[in-house]
């Protein structure tokens, strides 16, 4: 069983900053794409940005420039630096891998149970 646990969220003021992690943990054999999505109240999920397993990302237009994504592969760990924080970020924010069991090689797509961040004005 593979797990995604996410954390780092929490309120705070516009143009603040957070940091958000994403562990994964359990039977992985090797992990692909990793990426964030969020959904804001009433909204569909979308994808903030996501990362290969060799280190090439990409990102929703509305967080270029203010988020970044890393990755320590080592630990098997997804980052997303978040910078200059609009109230319209606000939203849980979900952790997705792409990944292979280890053992069986089944490619599987695991989801975190998610983080809310919130922006105040």
């Known amino acids: 069983q593979v797990q995604l646990v996410e954390s780092g969220g929490g309120l705070v003021q516009a143009g603040g900053s957070l940091r958000l992690s994403c562990a994964a943990s359990g039977s992985i054999f090797s992990i692909n794409t990793m990426g964030w999505y969020r959904q804001a109240p009433g909204k569909q999920r979308e994808l903030v940005g996501e990362i290969t397993s060799g280190g090439r990302t990409n990102y929703a237009d509305s967080v270029k420039g203010r988020f970044s994504i890393s990755r320590d592969n080592a630990k098997n760990t997804l980052y997303l630096q978040m910078n200059s924080l609009k109230p319209e970020d606000t939203a849980v924010y979900y952790c997705?891998?792409?990944?292979?069991?280890?053992?069986?090689?089944?490619?599987?797509?695991?989801w975190g149970q998610g983080t809310l961040v919130t922006v105040s004005s």
């Open positions: 997705n891998a792409g990944l292979l069991v280890l053992g069986t090689l089944r490619p599987v797509e695991v």
